[in-house]
Every structure is written in structure tokens, then in C-alpha cells.
């Protein structure tokens, strides 16, 4: 082979089919490290381990070879003193290769070994207990508090009816949003979450407008807008004090002080018929 068809060959090898165009580069993504600390949840760091390694272009040959540079504490720890299998998830039982061999026997998968020793006991359990005390925050925005009862509903069941999903939705919803959304009965997710943006949308405008309160007749229109359950809340006048009592006394008294007083300074008034000419 010459020079020329050697240069020939690493152009073709270099090259984006002959264009002399060097093909993309894909940044390389580095995953979370996981050391199995009590605040460390193992089910989540899998799923953002095995995403990024997705991006990298992993498979599973990768994602087992590749594990253990992303653990560090006690979880190293396990992984060296722990024999484990060389396959990343779960294998069944497989036919045996050839004539009258027998089956392979089911393997299992790293991700299960290492969700077994690292993954909270009764962890949907536990999930499905955060579901059910989740309260939007008085400043969290809708969007966030929709996508994080969405996700813990995948979590503790991924085959969760929309129904289902709907009602934890309005569970937690802060209560002016329940009477703004409940009555146009969204059926899904996406639907609840897509008649939450139209009111914040719609909020956000009336926000922004620019007529004078006295056109709009704001100041009259106040009182309507507090939460029925905040009226119903506010405390009952109490009974005036004996402080409140004297201190009112005190200001009878200086209220006549000062009639009295305007009295004094007023000049009186000439009789008629006593004016007196001057020639």
C-alpha cells in the first residue's frame, strides 16, 4: 500500500463520509458519587446513574464496569468485600447451548444486589407515606409541587391510575387553588397541571394591569377576596379593659378642656343699637 492510499484511509477514518467534517464530539457526563450516607437514597442515585449513563452511550457491559469509580464511604466498602456477578440486571433462566444441555440457572443483576443492601426497608412504604403528607408550600410554585406528587406516585406505583394521581394532586393543593381548579374536574395529570398554568397565567396578568384602582373599585372588592376559612378564623372583639375604660375617660375630659377653651377665645357679639357714630 502506498502513501497515497494510506492517507486515504485515515481521511475515510477521520472524516464524516469523506466530507473532511470531523463528526460531533459528545461531552462526557460524570455520574453522581454514592457513599450511602443516611441521607442518601439508593433507589434515586440508580436511576440518575443509569440516565447519565445513557447520555455517555453505555450499555450494560459499561454501566458494571464502570459502578464502582461512583462509590465512595461504606458503599465502596460493600463493593470490595462483596463478590459480585459480572451482570448488571437480572437474568431468568436461559436454555443451555447445544444438544441436551442443560438450562442456565437465573442470575441476580448487580442493581438488585445493590438496591437490597443499600435501599431503606420498606422504602415504598415509606414513599407512599411522604405522598400522602405532601402539602404545597404557600410560595411553591404549582409546577414543582405537581411534578414532585407525579414522580412519588411513579415510585410507589408505577401502573397508578390518572385518577389516582388527580386526587393526591388535590390532596396537598393549597386551598385557593382547590376552588379555582376543582370545578372545571380535570380527569388526568396533564390536565390538572394544564389548567394550573392557565390560572397562574391568568393571575399573572390581572397582576400586571395597568387601570387605577378607582376604576376597578379594588378597595371594594378586598374584603370578598379573603379566604372564607381566614374570615372564619379571625378573633371575636374582646371586652374593653379597665386600662381601655380610664384611657377613654381621659380623653372625655381633654375633649371638654379643649370646648371650653374655644369658648373663652371666642369675643362676644355687639348688642344691636350700641354702635356709636362718629361725626
Do not use: H
Amino acid at each position: 500500500v502506498d502513501s497515497t492510499d494510506d492517507e486515504q484511509l485515515f481521511a475515510d477514518t477521520d472524516s464524516d463520509s469523506g466530507t473532511g467534517i470531523m463528526p460531533p464530539q459528545i461531552k462526557f457526563l460524570s455520574p453522581e458519587v454514592f457513599k450511602a450516607t443516611p441521607e442518601d437514597d439508593a433507589f434515586d442515585w440508580l436511576e440518575r446513574y443509569e440516565s447519565t449513563g445513557a447520555y455517555n452511550q453505555w450499555g450494560d457491559t459499561e454501566l458494571r464496569a464502570n459502578f464502582s469509580m461512583y462509590l465512595d464511604g461504606a458503599a465502596i466498602k460493600w463493593y470490595l468485600c462483596s463478590t459480585l456477578p459480572m451482570e448488571w440486571r437480572d437474568l431468568p433462566i436461559r436454555p443451555g447451548v447445544g444438544l441436551n444441555a442443560a438450562d442456565l440457572p437465573a442470575v441476580t443483576g448487580v442493581t438488585t444486589l445493590f438496591l437490597k443492601e443499600f435501599q431503606q426497608q420498606n422504602y415504598k412504604l415509606f414513599q407512599e407515606t411522604r405522598l400522602r403528607k405532601r402539602v404545597q408550600g404557600i410560595e411553591e410554585a404549582t409546577t414543582n409541587y405537581y411534578y414532585d406528587v407525579i414522580d412519588l406516585c411513579r415510585v410507589v406505583d408505577p401502573t397508578m391510575s390518572e385518577a389516582t394521581k388527580v386526587d393526591y394532586l388535590f390532596g396537598g393543593l393549597r386551598p385557593s387553588l382547590v376552588e379555582k381548579l376543582y370545578p372545571l374536574q380535570p380527569k388526568t395529570g396533564e390536565e390538572f397541571l394544564e389548567a394550573a398554568k392557565r390560572f397562574t397565567d391568568a393571575k399573572l396578568l390581572a397582576n400586571r394591569r395597568n387601570w387605577p384602582d378607582a376604576v376597578l373599585g379594588v378597595a371594594a372588592t378586598r374584603v370578598a377576596d379573603v379566604p372564607i376559612n381566614f374570615i372564619r378564623t379571625l378573633p371575636k372583639p374582646s371586652a374593653p379593659t379597665v386600662a381601655d375604660t380610664e384611657l377613654w375617660k381621659v380623653i372625655k375630659e381633654l375633649q371638654g378642656a379643649v370646648e371650653s377653651l374655644k369658648i373663652q377665645a371666642t369675643p362676644p357679639q355687639k348688642r344691636p343699637g350700641n354702635e356709636k357714630k362718629v361725626t
